[in-house]
């Protein structure tokens, strides 16, 4: 099983560019989310989606837009990044919102310059 | 605002010792999870606890939920070098806000 896949797995990007993160699982999950990793803050969460056609705002939303158009694909945008949006992104998985486990991606590492 | 805190932040020792890290809250979390985190990868779920005052054991890594279900401990007896990374406790709020709050993590070095 490839559980669940993220591209690109690094990326640098110039003040003000655009780009789209992508997160692919095969495991019939309902539930998908997406995280940043920043040293000293831990994982925060910045979009999710509960079903296929929805998603929702997590803690640090603000520069980010998401889609789930398909239920096993979970897109995460930048429309101008920013280096504040220097991180290390991480999408998971869960088969219902019960809190019993989070299956993770290998993450993206993102630079913005 | 609900807080997970890990103990000790960093842990740095030689291979074959035992250790014991710590998640507190004061909060009461529904279930809480365990994860291991190694460089450029992203979390492995290692355990989910639900039950106050619950034990599971996963080979020599011995986890406890606490009765009143507000914090948690990871031993590992034996350590071995294979054991070194990024171990985060998750708690889960089953009530309004269903949302998963992490710590910040223990960062175990093992050395051979």
Known sequence: NAGVTQTPKFRVLKTGQ?????????MNHEYMYWYRQDPGMGLRLIHYSVGEGTTAKGEVPDGYNVSRLKKQ?????????APS????????????????????????????? | TQLLEQSPQFLSIQEGENLTVYCNSSSVFSSLQWYRQEPGEGPVLLVTVVTGGEVKKLKRLT?????ARKDSS???????????????????????????????????????
Request: glycine letters at 14%; hydrophobic letters at 40%; proline letters at 2%.
């Open chain 2, 74 to 112: 990871l031993h590992i007896t034996a350590a071995q070098p294979g054991d070194t990374g990024l171990y985060l406790c998750a708690g889960f709020n089953a009530g309004n806000n269903r949302k998963l709050i992490w710590g910040l993590g223990t960062s175990l070095a093992v050395n051979p």
């Open chain 1, 18 to 26: 655009s780009m789209t993160l992508l997160c692919a699982q095969d």
């Open chain 1, 73 to 81: 694909n979970f897109l995460l945008g930048l429309e101008s990044a």
């Open chain 1, 85 to 113: 949006q220097t991180s290390v992104y991480f999408c998971a998985s869960s088969y219902h919102g019960q809190g019993l486990g989070y299956t993770f991606g290998s993450g993206t590492r993102l630079t913005v310059v």
């Open chain 2, 63 to 67: 986890f406890q939920f606490g009765d």
